[in-house]
């Protein structure tokens, strides 16, 4: 299993993360970017899709999961996902499935995108056994937020002018 050390440069690959949340939101989609990294490369990446295609499904972290689906088949374990918002439980469900022990986010979003979210966010909905690694089917990553140098900021604004429009289209740009 790998190591998240002080070595890893989270800076440079929430970077690429960015940058396929600016793809997502040139095309008119919500401003959500992952890559997986494998070894030090990037191995998957994924923007959101949502509006674009039709399918609440198409969420940046299952998009670049797929991308790589025989790494992670390998090497799981081993991979790290970096995503510009806190995954949903739809995608944090994935994560575990797939056995990916690591995941660093650039923004919190304790709703995930919803309103009607029960005290605590949505990982108090998830099964405590999975939480503390007792889960037969997977257990919980470790989690880092809040990385340096994401412009957590920019991205906050983004999602606040998508949520203006009522969650619709909305053609807007990082800077």
């Avoid at 309103?115 to 919980?140: K, Y």
Wanted: aromatic share 4%; net charge positive; proline share 6%.
């Amino acid at each position: 299993m790998v190591s998240i050390t002080d070595n890893t440069d989270h800076a440079a690959y929430m970077a690429e993360a960015i940058r396929e949340a600016e793809a997502a939101l040139g095309r008119g989609d919500r401003p959500i970017g992952c890559v997986i990294v494998h070894g030090q490369q990037i191995v998957g990446r994924g923007s959101n899709h949502e509006f674009t295609l039709h399918s609440k499904l198409e969420h940046a972290e299952s998009r670049a999961m797929r991308s790589c689906a025989p790494c992670l088949y390998e090497h799981s374990d081993e991979c790290i996902v970096y995503t510009t918002l806190a995954p949903c439980v739809m995608c944090l469900g994935m994560i575990v499935m797939a056995n990916i022990r690591h995941v660093v986010y650039g923004a919190d979003d304790p709703g995930g995108g919803r309103r009607d979210v029960p005290p605590g966010g949505l990982c108090a909905s998830v099964d405590p056994r999975v939480l503390h690694g007792q889960h037969p089917c997977g257990r919980m990553p470790a989690i880092t937020g809040r990385v340096r140098g994401a412009p957590r900021g920019v991205l906050r604004r983004a999602f606040a002018i998508v949520a203006g429009a009522g969650g619709r289209r909305a053609r807007i740009t990082l800077t």
